[in-house]
């Protein structure tokens, strides 16, 4: 029978629930992900840093290790928001090796294989897979970020008491807020240079030089004009000013404030993902 002769309709049949259809494409890229070498790698070695501060929370915890040395060594063996501090910033650096290791597999084979047509035929709108590749991210620099945090401050609140975590919930909230941001801002950036950059090795160094050209650039217009303004467009100043609030640590009075850079952080995600909204279309006007 010839195909103008059938009579199609629109599928009517039971549909699997949302969510289900959105992790579709993190389970098999996290499953493919984990194959890899390189990926794994990376993980252990984003380990060692969590286990010296694991240690150090241990010593901090058994004064009677310590006893004999100087005051001054009680206020370095303290758990408070600057050694979060410290801890954020040193996963924070693994979490954007990993993301331009990771972040250019996701969309560039996508558009290279035109796949785009495939995947939004199927009931997947383009925020669902923006959302589902973004997922994919999360999930893998959660390894090195989140879950290291929390697993540091349940250790700490296991030896320091329960009570602890109830003092000092501000650092929870910073610790787990805090990369949360840092998890959407590489997410973002990773994604929109896979999508414009159909090479991977290319794109994770794209990865790597926007945060260094970027954070350049804003120093370089401090240098010139003698301001400090320009470090709030600074993604790696900026990040660190909010934690900074989050946690409780001051930051030097002539640098701009948390609230700033989180203007500018929010700007920056806003226009990376208009960025990426524009690339990602499942058919194209060449002219």
């Known amino acids: 029978m010839a195909v103008y002769k059938r009579g199609y309709q629109r599928y009517a049949g039971d549909r699997t629930g949302y969510l289900q259809r959105l992790l579709v494409l993190p389970r098999f ?39 004999g040395f100087a005051g001054g060594f009680k206020r370095i063996l303290s758990v408070n928001g600057k050694f979060f501090a410290v801890f954020m910033n040193v996963q924070s650096v693994f979490a954007l090796i990993l993301s331009a290791v990771v972040g250019p597999g996701l969309v560039a084979p996508d558009l290279a294989n035109n796949a785009l047509p495939l995947y939004f035929s199927r009931p997947l709108s383009l925020r669902d897979y923006i959302a589902a590749r973004m997922l994919v991210l999360a999930g893998m620099l959660s390894l090195v970020t989140i879950i290291p945090g929390l697993l540091l401050m349940a250790i700490q609140g296991g030896m320091a008491g329960w009570g602890w975590l109830w003092d000092n919930g501000r650092l929870f909230w910073g610790v787990v807020i805090g990369f949360a941001i840092w998890i959407v801002i590489l997410s973002l950036v990773a994604m929109t240079c896979s999508a414009y950059v159909k ?18 650039a804003a120093e370089m217009v401090n240098a010139v004009f003698r301001v400090d303004w320009a470090s709030m467009f600074n993604p790696g100043f900026a990040i660190e000013a909010v934690w900074m609030e989050f946690l409780g640590v001051e930051l030097p009075p002539e640098k701009p404030g948390a609230y700033e850079c989180a203007l500018s952080l929010g700007a920056m995600c806003t226009g990376l993902l208009w960025i990426l909204t524009r690339k990602l279309r499942p058919v194209e006007v060449v002219k």
């Open 29 to 67: 890229a996290w499953r493919r992900l984990l194959d890899q070498k390189l990926v794994t790698s990376l993980l252990m070695l984003s380990l060692f840093w969590p286990l010296l501060c694991i240690l150090f929370i241990y010593l901090a915890n058994h004064s009677e290790l310590w006893a």
């Open 199 to 216: 090479w991977r090795a290319v794109a994770g160094g794209l990865v790597l030089a926007f945060f260094f050209v970027v954070g350049g």
